[in-house]
């Protein structure tokens, strides 16, 4: 796993020979790890390479956030034993503010100043059945020029998406 976690796209033949095994044993190891679930594979944008800035805004627990699923600017949910917390991504403070400003009636964002090591997450990048609840073209903070707009319509004005 320290390998793959090192470089994914190293071979299973490159790994045989650095754990001393024959390419069919870690063949059949990894199998197993993803399998269980214990191994998994996802493609994310490197955020401070690309520019992006992340905040996290918190919730109570009860709060229930089905924004997360089809938002692109909201990278996911982490949650303990009395708080959500989100964290959203974009392009510009501004548009992140706004945001969760329009959603969640809230202007407490934290901003993420650093993360150890590099902090890599997928982005949603396809559109899979548009985004919920934005209409930029009837959005006073896209209007004003708070907001880049939602990557999925045809209003944005960003760079990334």
Known sequence: MELLQKDPFLSQNEIAKRVE??????????????????????????????????????????????????????????????IKTIYVVGEDFSSMESMVKKRFSR??????????????????????????GCDCGECEYYATGKCLGCPFSEYYKGKLW
């Open 21 to 82: 095994l024959s390419q069919p044993s870690v063949s059949a190891r990894i199998k197993r790890l993803k399998e269980k679930g214990f191994l998994a594979f996802t493609v994310g944008v490197n955020i401070k390479k690309t520019g992006l800035h992340v905040a996290k805004v918190e919730f109570n627990k009860e709060k229930h956030i089905k924004e997360c699923s089809y938002c692109p600017y909201i990278l996911g949910v982490v949650e303990t034993e009395d």
């Open 107 to 132: 202007k407490d964002l934290k901003a993420v100043v650093g993360a150890y090591p590099d902090f890599v997450m997928p982005l949603k990048m396809e559109n899979n059945g548009g985004c919920e």
